[in-house]
């Protein structure tokens, strides 16, 4: 039972251009969700949350949209830069946000220059 | 300022064998989180500690178990190991009194855990 969601395992994009990396996910209870970024050979690295009481939360090129009502979350990138090619995992967390994280399978984004 | 550290990076045990993976948690950090990531998964929460308990744990047998140390680092230990137990097992630390935000939360590398 996926409770986090990323249906699309990979996504390419033109330098420049918007990436759109989508989520769902199932739980209600859910109140914290998170991006996470990973390179081969590194741990992931936080990139931008979002709390349920938000429909939007922006950190400079990245910006995050949370539909409470459809259970869906979704990261845009904007421009995308060949160093935004990574993996990229969606996570969330109830309880106020919990160190307990429940993520989805990834997206493999690849931005060509 | 070290960030997580975690050790081994690479081991390759047998099926049946036992197996121990440490972390050490970023400075000021108090509390650790061991995921497993299979291959083409997202990382699965195994458990958590703080205050050298267990707190919180996820959909995982009683083969996996861990401890903390008053220093705050971390072992996981994995008993009569399966096939499917060969994924890559990050360790998070966070600071339990500063409020769980995304940039709280520090993941390690991982160790890469093979069975044959």
């Known amino acids: 039972d996926q409770q986090v969601k990323q249906n699309s395992p990979s996504l390419s994009v033109q330098e420049g251009r918007i990436s759109i990396l989508n989520c769902d996910y199932t739980?209600?209870?859910?109140?914290?969700f998170l991006w996470y970024k990973k390179y081969p050979a590194e741990g992931p690295t936080f990139l931008i949350s979002i709390s349920s009481i938000k429909d939007k939360n922006e950190d400079g090129r990245f910006t995050v949209f949370l539909n409470k009502s459809a259970k869906h979350l979704s990261l845009h990138i904007v421009p995308s830069q060949p160093g935004d090619s990574a993996v990229y995992f969606c996570a969330a967390s109830n309880q106020g946000g919990s160190e307990k994280l429940v993520f989805g399978k990834g997206m493999k984004l690849t931005v060509n220059p | 300022d070290a960030g997580v550290t975690q050790s081994p990076t690479h081991l390759i045990k047998t099926r049946g064998q036992q197996v121990t993976l440490r972390c050490s948690p970023k400075s000021g950090h108090d509390t650790v989180s061991w995921y497993q990531q299979a291959l083409g998964q997202g990382p699965q929460f195994i458990f958590q500690?703080?205050?050298?308990?267990?707190?919180q744990r996820g959909n995982f047998p009683d083969r996996f178990s861990g401890h903390q140390f008053p220093n705050y680092s971390s072992e996981l230990n994995v008993n009569a190991l399966l096939l499917g137990d060969s994924a890559l097992y990050l360790c998070?630390?966070?600071?339990?009194?500063?409020?769980?935000?995304?940039?709280?939360?520090?993941f390690g590398e991982g160790s890469w855990l093979t069975v044959v």
């Open positions: 500690y703080y205050e050298e308990e267990e707190r």
């Open positions: 739980n209600s209870m859910f109140d914290y």
């Open positions: 998070a630390s966070s600071f339990r009194q500063s409020g769980v935000t995304g940039n709280t939360i520090y």
